[in-house]
């Protein structure tokens, strides 16, 4: 099984590697007539780029700057922090792993596994798609899905609209459900990098993403996404130990946390003021678990106006080996994240003692995931401006603890909520930050005429 892991794991950050050169050689690749391949293959390449590709590095450390988990000191991040280097070039590698090694072999699993009969495979493959699809729409907007990875036949595939995506990964939920209740021949299995193939487990994960995914609809259909997000809820996670997490990275230098090969190979991030200022004045027992002190203090680092200060050596603190370790868990959705989205949705459905429970418990889960509970999670939250009374309760606090909850591996959650919701309030001194992420130049290259016509100030759907 450990050798298994870490093939797979190695297997992907090759693949990552090798889509540096930023060519579209597996864009022409026929999906109608692939080499075969296990799905026993597939499935664990697909997991593992969506785990590295998408949520563990650039999308996620950019994410980070943006929302100001942390802030950039060093070579890119810096300069993204600061505004500069946001071109069509930024995220070109996470584009080109998306679609051929994520979207394509994830298609191939469900063919296969649906002629196999091994609705095992075809819910699961279903499930992480889904999460993928919603996880590209919230970085870019618009995305080629319902024409994407069709080889050789279709070249140019159009865009469709991120409120598209969004129901099109609802319906892979859904469809996703229906196969892992039904009778199949085998299971995932070891090929199954979070649950073993653990059915059940997948269903409540399923539901969980739905959740979330309703959320999506707040600016647009307040009562009734609030009401879908609670409905889906219901048949979610309903402890910790159901979280959807990756927790197999090794110690191996091609299997460790890629957090954890960004800072100890180049050191771009360190803990941010924003951070610092939400924390401190009200003694978050969480602060000194996330950062590093420096002769007896936390020096937090400004946003957008940071000196250089490579692997936070020699002026700012940077962020805790507690936090940022080689077998760090990759969270995708967890519980805690879950009852915050049910707080909201209580919230905007005028239930203010469910949604006061909901954001309590939330807290509280937050708080012991780093080991913090009984009378210290007692005494953090009996402060009015943490745990106000059920009906002073607001959208602000919801927003802003659980941005908090979300540091640092989920940083695209939280970069997702601060567009939809304003909160917490961020501001960068070099100017507006980005509402998105910009195209890559291989589409731009490739597929101009499909590309849409926005950049990266244009506020994305659920912003509006």
Not at 44 to 64: E, R
Not at 173 to 188: D, F, I, P, Q, Y
Not at 239 to 255: K, M, W
């Amino acid at each position: 099984m450990k050798l298994f892991k870490y093939l797979s794991i190695l297997t992907v950050f090759c693949l990552i590697l090798a889509a540096c050169d930023d060519t579209m050689l597996d864009y022409n690749t026929d999906p109608n007539n692939p080499t075969e391949a296990p799905n026993s293959t597939l499935l664990p390449t697909a997991m593992m780029s969506t785990i590295v590709n998408l949520s563990g590095t650039d999308p996620s450390w950019i994410s980070s700057v943006w929302v100001q988990h942390t802030a950039g000191v060093h070579a890119q991040l810096r300069d993204y922090d600061r505004l500069a280097g946001l071109d069509a070039s930024l995220v070109n590698n996470n584009w080109n792993n998306l679609y051929p090694t994520i979207f394509q072999n994830l298609d191939i699993v469900i063919e296969q596994a649906e002629e196999e009969g091994n609705n095992n495979f075809v819910g699961i493959a279903k499930v992480v798609k889904a999460y993928a699809a919603t996880y590209a729409a919230d970085m870019w907007g618009d995305i080629p899905l319902s024409e994407s990875n069709q080889g050789i036949d279709n070249l140019t595939p159009v865009y469709d609209s991120q409120e598209f995506v969004y129901e099109q990964a609802l319906d892979l939920l859904s469809n996703a459900r229906a196969a892992l209740t039904a009778e199949t021949v085998g299971t995932a299995g070891s090929s199954d990098l979070i649950y073993g193939g653990d059915a059940d487990a997948w269903i409540r994960a399923s539901y969980a993403l739905e959740a979330k995914i309703h959320n999506r609809w707040s600016n647009h259909d307040p009562a009734g996404s609030a009401q879908r997000v609670l409905d889906a809820a219901a048949s979610a996670f309903q402890t910790v130990d159901h979280d959807l997490t990756f927790d197999n990275f090794g110690t191996g230098s091609t299997e460790q946390h890629p957090w954890y090969q960004e800072a100890f190979d180049r050191g771009h991030h360190a803990f941010s003021e924003s951070m610092f200022n939400a924390m401190d004045p009200v003694n978050d027992p969480r602060l000194s678990v996330f950062a590093v002190e420096r002769d007896g203090e936390i020096v937090p680092a400004p946003n957008g106006a940071a000196e250089a200060d490579q692997f936070a050596a020699s002026i700012y603190s940077g962020l805790s080996s507690e936090i940022i370790s080689p077998t760090a868990p990759q969270q995708l959705m967890t519980y805690g994240e879950l009852l915050f989205t049910k707080a909201e949705a209580h919230l905007r459905l005028d239930n203010p003692a469910e949604a006061h429970d909901a954001y309590e418990r939330a807290v509280r889960t937050s708080l012991a995931y780093h080991g913090i509970e009984g009378a210290e999670a007692d005494e953090f939250l009996a402060q009015e401006e943490i745990l106000p009374a059920p009906g002073a309760l607001e959208l602000e606090h919801v927003i802003t603890q659980k941005w908090i909850s979300l540091f640092p591996f989920q940083a695209l959650e939280a970069y997702t909520d601060f567009r939809r919701t304003g909160y917490p309030e961020l501001t960068n001194p070099m100017g507006a930050i980005p509402n998105r992420f910009p195209y890559p130049q291989v589409e731009i290259d490739n597929n101009r005429e499909n590309v849409p016509d926005v950049n990266i100030n244009t506020p994305v759907w659920f912003q509006n």
